[in-house]
């Protein structure tokens, strides 16, 4: 199928470690979602890609945290020197339009940080 | 802050018994709100939205009700089956150009055959 792809799945790093999680959303989609999902609590926004426009930041959480958006299309997140606290299920979403209401979600991320 | 709650974290219901999962919402200037379910191990599917100029909307299955007096949403399962066995998100679009939706906690819907 042709939906939202992360990798890796699962990920688990040492405390002070970079990691690098990717996005590969759906062709042809303008906007890209990064949310981080703790143990039974909801999404927590990160950054938001819009087209061409400057991404929306505001939601990361520290500057340990950045993204980048290559041509448009695959995203990856970056975490510099986990912390335990950075462990959760790190989600990508992607809509047609800026600003779509229906978004399509990957699998996500699992990453402990130990 | 602005907030999106759930008023129940667990429901549980009989096969073929209607479910109602409730949720509220404190940013009156919201233009849409959607419902999400997510079940185990994957990622939110999106099920059905509603603009804030409506009150009811209706999908297969699914109902969502609007009220803005109370600032309150609700998603209504006709017929559940156990594959509604899922955890359901109310989600906000802030109007205004504000694109990022504010999920809820979640409430999760366990299904007995």
């Known amino acids: 199928g042709a939906g939202v792809s992360q990798s890796p799945s699962n990920k688990v790093t040492e405390k002070g470690k970079d990691v690098e999680l990717r996005c590969d959303p759906i062709?042809?989609?303008?906007?890209l979602y990064w949310y981080r999902q703790s143990l039974g609590q909801g999404l927590e926004f990160l950054i938001y890609f819009q087209g061409n426009s400057a991404p929306d930041k505001s939601g990361l959480p520290s500057d340990r945290f950045s993204a980048e958006r290559t041509g448009g299309s695959v995203s990856t997140l970056t975490i510099q020197r986990t912390q335990q606290e950075d462990s959760a299920v790190y989600l990508c979403?992607?809509?047609?339009?800026?600003?779509?209401?229906?978004?399509?979600f990957g699998p996500g991320t699992r990453l402990t940080v130990t | 802050g602005e907030s999106v709650g759930l008023h129940l974290p667990t429901l549980s219901v009989q096969e073929g018994d209607n479910s109602i999962i409730n949720c509220a919402y404190s940013n009156s200037a919201s233009d849409y709100f959607i419902w999400y379910k997510q079940e185990s191990g994957k990622g939110p599917q999106f099920i059905i939205d509603i603009r804030s100029n409506m009150d009811k909307r209706q999908g297969q299955r699914v109902t969502v009700l609007l009220n803005k007096t109370v600032k309150h949403l609700s998603l209504q399962i006709a017929a559940t089956q156990p594959g509604d066995s899922a955890v359901y998100f109310c989600?906000?679009?802030?109007?205004?150009?504000?694109?990022?939706?504010?999920f809820g906690r979640g409430t999760s819907l366990i299904v007995h055959p």
């Open positions: 979403a992607s809509s047609l339009l800026v600003g779509g209401k229906e978004q399509y």
């Open positions: 989600a906000e679009r802030g109007a205004g150009g504000s694109y990022i939706p504010t």
């Open positions: 062709s042809g989609h303008t906007a």
